[in-house]
């Protein structure tokens, strides 16, 4: 798949297994295969749902109007080859690693910015569904213009979570249902693999399945020392705790979000989870198909309001769909909802242990799915929960909506975490909590 020539690629002195460079190249017969099925898909005509009673709500999903519009530009209007060159101005790896408990080899797929500090922190970070690595591409782009690989100060891995994109299975494990403990086993292991262990520690940061996988490494590898969240699900235990706290009316207009995903919004993930074959099949037998299902989470998890974030482009939304395409991921990413169906609403894919005394930090978007007002992590988790910020603008794909705001939360974050949990050899940190 090509070399890596880029000044953020110099792996640190104390990796264990050195991964192997990548690059994406998506063959012509498969952009000509894609042209060809966007163009031949039969979008239904105008009826009262795609239509008129949708449109200044869409409560119904996304309109006939966007669809047309969308597939339009698909074929007019948009470059993955200009897209692909730019991602690929970002050092990406491929590294194999097993998972000690579940067995299963993991062909992993990552992106990174290397640091040349001695006492650089590793962190991972890590999507979930509809999302991909690519959410945290406008993060890399800030973080390499404001750093030289000398002054960076951080190690930045951004992978494929297991079985998304590029991060792929052999055969022999891929007919095994992939779980959220064994995935984040898998993403210890590429940590540990590139050398950052017990001794150097790391970092972990999620949203969506990436807030599960980070919680879950959290409590269970002493490798990851802290994680970082802009995402939250209460366990049924969890949130019974916390109904006796009352919520501040800010607190109440975050999880009036959480609320309505849950009335309204929860649909497609009973489906993943109880008929993922059947929606698999469906999605990846036309392109445009996949577009009106990813594009629906795309808007509507992003903060579109009148004083939010700016929306984001058609061009990040095809990025996303695009790469599904190309890896043929869809059907393999079902495995993240089978844990959390049929007890969507108050659950959680983590259950937490009451022994791992980690501490972590959390981010709080006003445009959220699952949250974690103040008021109840408090409650909840205590002392524990030692970096708390709110923000004014931002949704469910943060990183990618709101890149800045998302990176100076975690700096902030890091800063004061550090000395704390002994990361990288890094003194004892200082500052306050998060606001």
Known sequence: MGSVSHIFSTLPSGVKVPPTPFRIDVSDSDLSQLRSLIQ?????PEQFYNKHANAETGKFGITRE????ARDYWLNK??????EAFINSFPQYKQTVVGPTSNQTFDLHFAALFSRREDAIPVIFMHGWPGSFLEFIPM?????????????????????????????????SSLEELTTEFAAEAMNELMLSLGFDENTGYVAQGGDVGYALARTMANNFPACKTSHLNMFMFTPEQFAACQEEPLSEREERLMAGTTAWIKQGSAYAYEHGTRPSTIALTLMSNPVSMLAWMGEK???WSDNRPQGSEPLSLDKILNGVSLYWFSGC??????SYRSLVPEIGATAVVQEDPAAQKPFGYAAFPVEIGTLPRTWGKKLFGERMVWYKEHEVGGHFAAM?????????????????AGKVGIAGRGKG???KGN
């Open 430 to 432: 200082s500052g306050e």
């Open 401 to 417: 909506q709101e890149p800045r705001a998302f990176l100076d939360d975690l700096e902030g974050f890091l800063e004061f975490v």
């Open 298 to 300: 795309f808007i509507e």
């Open 40 to 44: 031949h898909a039969v979008i239904p």
């Open 66 to 69: 966007w669809l047309v519009n």
């Open 140 to 172: 890399l782009d800030i973080l390499r213009s404001r750093y030289t690989p000398e002054t960076l100060p951080y190690h930045v891995i951004v992978p494929s979570i297991p079985d998304y994109g590029f991060s792929t299975r052999p055969h022999d």
């Open 330 to 335: 869809f059907g393999r990413t079902m495995w």
């Open 78 to 83: 948009y470059d993955w080859r200009v897209q």
